[in-house]
């Protein structure tokens, strides 16, 4: 059953935005500063510096394969199941622990109303969003727009309070335990931009995605950014550091400062908030991923069970739920480096699947957004998430090993003998060695998803190209052989005979010439007989030479039926015609690999649906 579609751009800014405005913005900064000293909105603006490279592949992979997963998806389609196993889990765990982090921060907040154990209030607001979420997509997105309009509403009325108040003194000295604290605190940090990787797990329930998620994905990373670095910086500001250094609740400590105590209020009221809404998404993009990882064979089938009623996938809620809740009960500062550390080695596989996907020059792979500087960002993205991975600390770098090992246990005794998958990385192989080791699984798994991306309804047009002939020619010939080769392949499905039909292709040239354009023959005619209808595809790479006085023809496509499907002949010669007017046509069909693959650039091909 399939997820359904209902986020706007709207929606997926919001999940985005409120996923990264929370523990990131309330409770870190204090932590960071005590690191990094007032240098530290330089740490933040690096963090997201850095993520614009991530960020630019990310959108690239989800405009190209808008599925449920997000980066899983990617890395199993470029490096194959067992990576994406690895990566698979290792997200479901990083966004799971940051959710429950979020949770533990709001509980926190919460606790200064309400006289509860912490833990406790977090499990029941656990709960709360578990079942949010299995009511709906839909009415979890609705919640997530509230909470961040009111959520940016108050933080840009705290920077435009707070700026003309900030003392120099609390800057100096700006760096007091040197450059390389900056960096590794841009490290630490780093998770503050996870909410990045939430948009591109829901992609599959998303309006338009090719479109929306990349747009949403910019629109967050710029706004949350610059947001990040004037909180901070006003924080830091107006505190200094004996007041702000490993402070549990410096924004609030800051509103207190220059506010009063009606401040504290509207700010904790603010950090409740951005803690619900990263609490909100992070269930919701989480859940994605053992839906995914269960869809391919890799989980049990079990996980991706979608409820009939919601159109939910309520099993895989509940796993992450529980997940949560288990979370909830470890070390705060080290469930934040392991999920910084798991974001940071996210990133680092969506620049490696661009470049891999990229590089296998796989036909069907037609992202409709495109990261510029292609392959310097993606590169200088790998050096830069890799560095921050190591400066997190032998620790933290431990536990990933682990959890790496965890996943390649899972992938060896479990996915490996229940899925066989082809990848990019074969098609990539292949082109290098020269050595037919893939099959087209992967070329129709994209073609399918560019058919459900795109909204390409099937239509009768359609259903005869997936049966039609195709030659692909590697000689020079001349117009009479062409129309004798094609007269013997077609006619057994015309129930004609060969001579018949090369008769009537060769008076219809003399008539007028069915060389469209440059490189480009149309012929096609009429035969007797009832609800006939056929079409050739003819690429050849040489040429065929119609006439003396005009250019060799590369690409043909033979039309031949009966009278009575004069409409759907001439629909069809509409639907050719606005298929070969598209720029990229002419390219594709001369690198088109083989026969299938030509068929696929007609099949994918732009024109009007619906009206055959």
């Known amino acids: 059953m399939k997820l ?67 980066t899983y998806f990617y890395v199993t389609r470029s490096l194959g199941p067992g990576v994406g196993t690895v990566n698979g889990l290792l997200e479901w765990f ?32 656990c709960c709360f969003f578990v079942g949010i979420n299995i009511l709906g997509i839909k009415e979890a997105g609705k919640l997530q727009v509230v909470i961040v309009a009111g959520l940016l ?16 003194n609390n800057f100096i000295p700006f760096a007091p335990n040197g450059i390389s604290a900056i960096f590794s605190t841009a490290g630490f940090v780093f998770v503050s931009y996870g909410g990045l990787i939430k948009v591109a ?75 619900i809404s990263t609490a909100n998404a992070g269930i919701m993009a989480a859940s994605r991923y053992p ?18 009623k919601f159109k939910t996938p309520h099993v895989s809620i509940l796993i992450t739920g ?37 590089e296998s020059r796989i036909q069907n792979y037609q992202p409709q957004f ?49 899925t066989n998958r082809e990848f990019a990385l074969l098609h990539l192989i292949k082109r290098i060695t020269a050595e037919e080791i893939t099959n087209r699984s992967l070329e129709t798994e994209l073609k399918e998803i560019i058919r459900e991306r795109d909204d390409m ?3 009768r047009f359609d259903d005869i190209m997936e049966k039609s002939h195709v030659l692909d020619i590697g000689r020079e010939m001349n117009m009479e052989e062409f129309f004798k080769l094609i007269s013997g392949v077609m006619s057994g499905n015309l129930n004609i005979k060969p001579d018949i039909l090369f008769n009537l292709l060769m008076e219809r040239e003399k008539e007028s010439t069915t060389v469209i354009a440059p490189g480009l023959a149309i012929p096609h005619i009429i035969i007797q007989g009832n609800q006939q209808f056929d079409i050739l595809l003819v690429r050849s790479l040489k040429g065929i030479l119609f006439s003396e006085d005009r250019p060799k023809i590369n690409t043909v496509f033979v039309l031949v039926g009966t009278k009575d499907e004069r409409n759907f002949h001439l629909r069809a010669l509409a639907a050719i015609a606005q298929i070969v007017q598209d720029s990229n046509f002419q390219r594709r069909w001369m690198k088109a690999k083989n026969k299938e693959a030509l068929r696929d650039v007609v099949l994918l091909g732009k024109r009007i649906r619906g009206q055959i």
């Open 291 to 308: 839906l995914a990882l269960s869809r391919d064979g890799l989980l049990p089938e079990g996980l991706m069970s979608i409820n009939a």
């Open 457 to 459: 309804s099937k239509d």
């Open 322 to 358: 529980l997940f949560m809740i288990f979370a909830l009960f470890l070390k705060v500062t080290l469930l934040v480096k392991v999920a910084s550390a798991v974001l940071l080695m996210t990133f680092i596989f969506s620049c490696f699947s661009v470049i891999i996907l990229r």
């Open 4 to 70: 359904k579609r209902e986020l706007k751009l709207l929606d997926v800014f919001c999940i985005a935005s409120g996923a990264m405005i929370s523990s990131g913005l309330f409770v870190l900064p204090g932590i960071a500063h005590a690191i990094a000293g007032p240098a530290v909105f330089v740490s933040y603006m690096l963090a997201g510096l850095l993520a614009i490279t991530g960020m630019l592949s990310q959108a690239e992979l989800v405009s190209a394969m808008p599925k449920a997963g997000g």
């Open 153 to 168: 509403v108050i933080l840009i009325f705290y920077v435009v309070r707070g700026l003309p108040l900030m003392n120099a």
């Open 370 to 418: 495109k990261a510029p500087l292609y392959p310097w960002l993606q590169i200088s993205g790998i050096i830069g998430f890799s560095l921050m991975l190591f400066n997190l600390g032998q620790q933290t770098l431990w536990i990933g090993l682990a959890l790496i090992t965890g996943g390649i246990f899972v992938y060896w005794f479990y996915g490996r003998i229940r």
């Open 94 to 125: 990083a966004i799971s622990l940051k959710s429950a982090f979020a949770l533990i921060g709001m509980s926190a907040f919460t606790a200064l109303i309400i006289n509860l154990d912490v833990r406790l209030i977090a499990i029941v607001l």
């Open 201 to 275: 797990s829901i992609a599959e329930e998303v309006k338009n995605p090719a479109r929306t998620v990349p747009m949403a994905m910019i629109l967050s990373l710029l706004v949350v950014g610059i947001l990040y670095m004037l909180v901070v910086m006003v924080t830091t500001g107006v505190l200094g550091a004996r007041q702000l250094d490993n402070s549990l609740t410096p924004i609030s400590d800051g509103a207190s400062a220059f506010l009063g105590s009606k401040g504290r209020i509207i700010l904790s009221i603010a950090a409740i908030l951005a803690f």
